[in-house]
C-alpha cells in the first residue's frame, strides 16, 4: 500500500521560495516514476514537475520551467518540490503522485497513488 504525504505549503511572498516534500511509504518498488500536480478552483488538475525514481529523467512544466526543480532524498523516501520565485497564479493546492508506469509524465490521469495536498499561497 503506497501512502503518500505532502507538507511544506502555506503562505509566500511573490519572488520568495517555498519547498514542498512528499513522504512516501513506498518509494522504489511500487512507482518508477513519481510527480508534483496542482489544482487551483475551477481548474483542471495540471502536471508541474516529474521525475523517474532512477533519478535518471526528470519532467517540468513550461509554466514553471527555470523557476521549479524536482529533487528526491532516496534515503529518506522523499520527494521535493523547490519553488523559486512563485508567482500568484502559482496559487493552488498541490498534489505529490505516484505510479508504476507512464507514458506522459505530467498528466495527471497516468497516475494511480496520490497524496492528500498542500496549499500554496503566492500574494
Known amino acids: 500500500h503506497v501512502q503518500l504525504v505532502e507538507s511544506g505549503g502555506g503562505s509566500v511572498q511573490a519572488g520568495g521560495s517555498l519547498r514542498l516534500s512528499c513522504a512516501t511509504s513506498e518509494y522504489a518498488y511500487s512507482s518508477n516514476c513519481m510527480g508534483w500536480f496542482r489544482q487551483a478552483p475551477g481548474k483542471e488538475r495540471e502536471g508541474v514537475a516529474a521525475m523517474t525514481t532512477d533519478g535518471d529523467h526528470t519532467y517540468v512544466a513550461d509554466s514553471v520551467k527555470g523557476r521549479f526543480t524536482i529533487s528526491k532524498d532516496k534515503d529518506k523516501n522523499i520527494l521535493y518540490l523547490h519553488m523559486n520565485n512563485p508567482k500568484v497564479e502559482d496559487t493552488s493546492m498541490y498534489y505529490c503522485?505516484?505510479?508504476?508506469?507512464?507514458?506522459?509524465?505530467?498528466?495527471?490521469?497516468?497516475?494511480?497513488?496520490w497524496g492528500q495536498g498542500t496549499q500554496v499561497t503566492v500574494s
Open positions: 503522485a505516484g505510479a508504476p508506469l507512464v507514458h506522459s509524465p505530467l498528466e495527471p490521469y497516468e497516475y494511480n497513488f
